[in-house]
């Protein structure tokens, strides 16, 4: 019930390409859903963020896709670029909880090629 | 860039040792948070903290302990190191009424 699962595990792109990251969720209680990006040697930052109320939310090339009926979302890439090159964590989480906590997908490690 | 500082960043150490890992952050958030990280793999909710005086244990079962005696002070501690520590540890923070989490830099942490 408090899982999140993330697939795939590591993903190759060529730069221009258009990675995407998919997670899916058990609990239906969770309504917040942040993605994360970690670079080597340095804490996971904030990236983009959505709510079950809006099936797609857009930050400059990065795009979250939501399907609440699946209980899934996607993390999209446009126009990928070598600096992109990071390990990408979904989570999931309730709005504005007192606990905050976040349970996290297990992680996709992102490669764009130049 | 998120204000919130963790010492060391790296450290080995032999088993049986007692470390505390450091947790600072100075943008006054009340909630602070112990996640424990394997490589290539998710972050565990191990601790976290309402505020000062306040902790609590996470997710995932561990052998450490935390004290919030300033607010902006989170510090986690292992009586005794033992290579099953081995990890990193990533401290972050929240401000209450609000989603984000800041994170720190992490300490990777390697028991012998």
């Not at chain 1, 079950?52 to 400059?60: T, Y």
């Not at chain 1, 979302?73 to 600096?83: A, E, N, T």
């Amino acid at each position: 019930q408090q899982q999140v699962k993330q697939s795939p595990q590591s993903l190759i792109v060529q730069k221009g390409g258009i990675p995407i990251i998919n997670c899916a969720y058990e609990n239906t209680a969770f309504d917040y859903f942040p993605w994360y990006q970690q670079f080597p040697g340095k804490g996971p930052a904030l990236l983009i963020a959505i709510r079950p109320d809006v099936s797609e939310k857009k930050e400059g090339r990065f795009t979250i896709s939501f399907n609440k009926s699946a209980k899934q979302f996607s993390l999209h890439i446009m126009d990928s670029q070598p600096g992109d090159s990071a390990t990408y964590f979904c989570a999931a989480s309730k709005w504005l909880s007192n606990t905050g906590k976040l349970i996290f997908g297990q992680g996709t490690t992102l490669q764009v090629k130049p | 860039e998120a204000d919130i500082y963790q010492t060391p960043r790296y450290l080995v150490i032999g088993t049986g040792k007692k470390i505390t890992l450091e947790c600072s952050q100075t943008m006054g958030h009340d909630k602070m948070y112990w996640y424990q990280q394997d490589p290539g793999m998710e972050l565990h909710l191990i601790h976290y903290s309402y505020g000062v005086n306040s902790t609590e244990k996470g997710d995932l079962s561990s052998e450490s302990t935390v004290s919030r005696i300033r607010t902006e002070h989170f510090p986690l501690t292992l009586e005794s190191a033992r290579p099953s520590h081995t990890s990193q540890y990533l401290c972050a923070s929240r401000l209450a009424g609000a989603n984000e989490q800041y994170f720190g830099p992490g300490t990777r942490l390697t028991v012998t």
